[in-house]
């Protein structure tokens, strides 16, 4: 099982630079999320989605775009990057059936430096 | 809304001590709460989880949480670690009635570091 999908694994971009960070679950997951990873921050909510065609804002929205087309995608656009930027994301999905308990499934992380 | 807080951002141990990890949450609401563990360069997996019942949860590699409602905590104990425990671990939090579309909101992280 693949489970929760990202790509890059690693990337360098120079600043104003663009990019999109590719997300896929396999396992038909309604809810899918970004989180970005800084030292001493623990993990923040960037954007998250309850499924196709419906997106929302995280805790930290600004500079990222997102789109849901369909269940098993949840790319992230960075428009212009910036060094402020600089981070691990991490995608993750979860059930929303009525039994969901809230457990999150993660991807194994995408390394982004904006010099 | 909750919010969590880990009260130690790092933890030094050595190897076959006893550690305990502390979680404190807040939330007006009733909650489910979870650790999560993340091994160097690699995304979080799930290590336990409390949704309800027997307020003592276990892990299947040793670790235990305990929830305690009258003092909003969840901390994680385990009672004699290995070298291979040494990881970052997230306490994370979500109400009950946000199962299925809220968000899970995560603590700052503790790192344990197993030293021989």
């Known amino acids: 099982n693949a489970g929760v999908t990202q790509t890059p694994k690693f990337q360098v971009l120079k600043t104003g630079q663009s990019m999109t960070l ?94 | 809304a909750q919010s969590v807080t880990q009260l130690d951002s790092q933890v030094p141990v050595f190897e076959e001590a006893p550690v305990e990890l502390r979680c404190n949450y807040s939330s007006s609401v009733s909650v489910y709460l979870f650790w999560y563990v993340q091994y160097p360069n690699q995304g979080l997996q799930l290590l336990l989880k409390y949704l309800s019942g027997s307020t003592l949860v276990e892990s299947i590699n040793g670790f235990e949480a305990e929830f305690n409602k009258s003092q909003t905590s969840f901390h994680l104990r385990k009672p004699s670690v290995h070298i291979s425990d040494t990881a970052e671990y997230f306490c994370a939090v979500i109400s009950t009635g946000g199962g299925s579309q809220g968000n899970l909101i995560f603590g700052k992280g503790t790192k344990l570091s197993v030293k021989p």
């Open chain 1, 22 to 115: 590719q997300c896929a679950q396999d396992m038909n997951h309604e809810y899918m999320s970004w989180y970005r990873q800084d030292p001493g921050m623990g993990l923040r909510l960037i954007h998250y989605s309850v499924g196709a065609g419906i997106t929302d804002q995280g805790e930290v929205p600004n500079g990222y775009n997102v789109s849901r087309s369909t269940t098993e995608d949840f790319p992230l656009r960075l428009l212009s990057a910036a060094p402020s930027q600089t981070s691990v994301y991490f995608c993750a999905s979860k059930t929303s059936g009525s039994s969901n308990t809230g457990e999150l499934f993660f991807g194994e992380g995408s390394r982004l430096t904006v010099l």
